[in-house]
């Protein structure tokens, strides 16, 4: 008979043998959340509906018509061109979800929307394979039309492939056509508020910095406040709304955008692509104050000096121009004013700290890193015992020491993070958190003696 051996619990085996457990040295875990995750709800010609779809960045400038029907320097993609010179990650869902797709005898527009009324198919005969065909699909943008997919080889409808544009029937015999459009085609109904619940509710289970709304309905806006505030303070999702033109709002999670784009067709409130960008991109030891901005719409500066003074006590995000008549820039550059949020009855227990939205990048980092070092490494795992606890303390002041390393928290000590102790109950566990966020010089003060 063979010893005994394998793995033990209790001290309570009773073959002879070797039991042996292989045990990690318990050591720091903490895992930092990546930022540049954006959100919005958005009226389209063209792309999925009904559900939330993900776009990055480098998909944008190289997919862009697949997703929104139009290529990348279209001037329908000119916001979402602003939002992703910032934006990582996107996360849309499209408002008008009841419309209608464009057919025509050989197949359907892959999505609902006007811009499949701008796609056509033309059947030829193969020149290279006698009895077979080319299958041709055409996006017209214009007056120019461009073929988006080219099928080749083909002996009848069952061999069509949809391509990203069209969903072929894929029945019958093919037969040589001229070019023949799509039609009927629709976007459907005027948007209503009902279309942004719908939408928050498919966007609530996503991770992302920010949410944006461009327009100028106040109804929707405070939609919008109240979702923000509700999953920032009851479900943990800690991302901040940017808004445009809404006055005393008073609240960190939401920022308002004072200025007007003056191009022509464009909404007023056009400055939230690019500014939902680059919040939700700004890494948690930066700024996004005197940022250039590099985007395309044409901005309203015209504000007097005590004009930005009176913004910034009212909690709106400014942007102004700077000019650097010594280094030759005397036309200036619009840049923003101060990176603050709507934040402005300072308290004892919220100071004007909480109006910087550095401090609450920093703040909201946290509570995600802290939230899912714990669901992660100790959730159902650590023992409510002194070694446990022990345990998620330095796994706290671990995380504590990496955001010092990049400097969006500063003077830390890992007494300011005391060992956690047991709640009321058995499965509680209380830590109290001490952290100093850094932000970045705005003010100089110099005195100049003169000897």
Not at 267 to 281: C, H, K, P
Request: glycine content about 10%; aromatic content about 12%; proline content about 2%.
């Amino acid at each position: 008979m063979a010893l005994g051996g394998g793995t033990f619990l209790f001290h309570n085996k009773v073959l002879p043998g070797t039991y042996i457990n292989f045990v990690s040295k318990d050591r720091a875990y903490a895992e930092v959340s990546d930022r540049g995750f954006g959100a919005m709800m958005l009226s389209f010609d063209w792309g999925p509906s009904g559900e939330v779809f993900r776009v990055d960045n480098d998909t944008f400038q190289k997919d862009c018509q697949k997703y929104f029907g139009y290529d990348y320097g279209h001037d329908k993609m000119k916001g979402l061109r602003d939002l992703f010179r910032g934006l990582k990650t996107g996360y849309f869902y499209r408002l008008n979800s009841d419309g209608a797709q464009a057919t025509s005898t050989i197949g359907k527009a892959k999505y609902k929307g006007i811009r499949g009324n701008d796609l056509g198919v033309s059947v030829q005969a193969d020149p290279d394979n006698t009895g077979k065909f080319i299958v041709t699909t055409y996006l017209t943008t214009g007056d120019v039309r461009k073929a988006v997919d080219i099928q080749k080889n083909l002996k009848n409808a069952t061999e069509l492939q949809d391509n990203d544009y069209i969903v072929f029937t894929k029945t019958g015999a093919l037969t040589t056509t001229a070019y023949t459009a799509l039609s009927g085609g629709t976007n459907g109904s005027t948007i209503t508020v009902k279309n942004y619940q719908d939408g928050i509710d498919m966007l609530e289970p996503y991770y992302f910095n920010t949410l944006g709304y461009a327009g100028a309905d106040d109804t929707i806006k405070n939609l919008l406040i109240a979702f923000t505030k509700r999953c920032r303070e009851q479900s943990g999702a800690k991302f901040q709304l940017v808004i445009h033109g809404k006055t005393g709002v008073n609240y960190e999670g939401v920022i308002s955008i004072l200025n007007d784009v003056t191009d022509e067709g464009a909404e007023r409130g056009s400055l939230v692509y690019w500014t939902l960008g680059q919040e939700a991109s700004c890494n948690i030891n930066a700024t996004v104050g005197n940022m250039i901005y590099d985007g395309e719409y044409t901005v309203n500066v015209k504000y007097k000096q005590f004009e930005l003074e009176q913004a910034i006590k009212d909690g709106m995000f400014m942007f102004h121009n700077v000019t650097d008549s010594v280094g030759g820039n005397i036309q200036g550059d619009v840049r923003v004013l101060k990176d603050i949020n709507t934040f402005t009855e300072f308290s004892k227990a919220k100071n004007r700290d909480f109006s910087l939205n550095q401090v609450i990048r920093v703040l909201d980092n946290w509570a995600v890193d802290g939230a899912r070092l714990f669901n992660k490494t100790h959730l159902d795992k650590s023992p409510n015992d002194q070694a446990g606890r022990e345990s998620l303390w330095g796994d706290l002041v671990y995380l504590a020491e990496q955001y010092q390393k990049v400097r969006a928290i500063q003077n830390f000590d890992d007494k300011d993070i005391p060992v956690p102790t047991q709640g009321d109950n058995k499965e509680d566990v209380l830590v109290n958190v001490q952290l100093q966020p850094t932000v970045a010089m705005e003010k100089l003060y110099m005195t100049v003696v003169v000897a």
